[in-house]
């Protein structure tokens, strides 16, 4: 399905009928790392496996605060010996390095650089990086360690389902620090007799420059079951993706890799993207979306402000209007209106995709607030 965006809020839930109160209780899916489900051995993919981070106790914390003394001592003493050093220093003739040698030194530093990137890396993705790395540098990390956002689903004006975002404590992917998302994914119960959905999507996302890291996708359901997995390797520029589908007995797999953008995000990671923006009325924005080894642009326009009625209350809101399209061709992919709070928090209050028939539209039902970042 082309139109990435609405997947992420709509798969699978075009039906009619009602909701109930149970429909909004949501339970995480406790299924092996994709990483292991792939059997994945390969000692390169090592830097994906995820770990705990743990925490300080309080006897932890005393000795670190012994360890700090003593580091606060030893800097005192290096200072005074430093400045010993200096007026030695100051007898010793220096050595100037000859113009030559400074050129030399420059030229190497410079061909280090451009070899970082491997041959036949596509021009255009660098192209693209000298435009977003204006983007990143106008974003700030706007996320919230333990909140919930449950978003109630409605075809037609019909409810027909329920989307839990969260995000989770901090973890840590090989030696970086990553914040870990989720979107779990529920038909109404009265559906479950036809058709049982039990979908989850998982992203976890550097801290440092919130790029994408590692994305799944698993889908069990009545009729098949789905495994999605993609790497996003930033050091090889590179972007992994494995997948795996059993219906009706029959099993389907695919395994592809690719280049990527150094600066990108994934469909699920860039609802979170966005809430770090300045999103200033008539402000666009436009960035690479990796999905499956392809590359999509997210192309955003900040409307206008505005206030929408959720959960019996009247809120302040921006309307971002947003489409995909893939770079070189005409045709968009769909579009979706998106409405967040117009606050420091930036909560995602409503959306509308269009569809083949008709339009499909999510709004925030609960909202349960987390930790600063």
Known sequence: MKNRLA?????LIIANGCASKNDHKFVDQ????????????????????????????????????????????????ANATT???????KKVKTYVIPKVEKKKIVKEKIKKKKSSFPGDYPADYKKWDKVSSNLWNKFKPNVYPGEEIIIEVSYLGITVGAVRLKTHELVEIGERQAIHLSAVLKSASYYSMIYKLDDMLTTYVETEKFLPIKYTL????????VDDLQLFDHEKHKTFFWYKRIKKGVETKQEKQGYMPTFMQNIFSSLYFVRGLPLKTGSRYRFPIVTRTKIWMMNMFVEKREEVKVMGKWVKAIKINAYTKVPGEKKKNGTISFWYSDDSIRRL?????????????????????????
Do not use: C, M, P
């Open 7 to 11: 997947l992420l809020l709509t798969i």
């Open 30 to 77: 406790v299924s092996q790392d994709l990483v292991k489900s792939f059997d994945l051995s390969n000692k390169k993919f090592n830097k994906f496996k995820i770990s705990q981070i743990d925490t300080l106790t309080k006897s932890d914390n005393s000795d670190k605060d012994d360890q700090l003394k003593g580091i606060e001592k030893d800097k005192k003493l």
């Open 83 to 89: 400045k010993v050093i200096k007026r030695k220093i």
């Open 218 to 225: 698993t889908q069990r359901e009545s009729g098949q079951t």
């Open 349 to 373: 209050l409503d959306f509308k995709a269009n569809v083949k028939i008709g339009h499909v539209e999510g709004k925030l039902i609960e909202y349960h607030a987390g930790k600063q970042f």
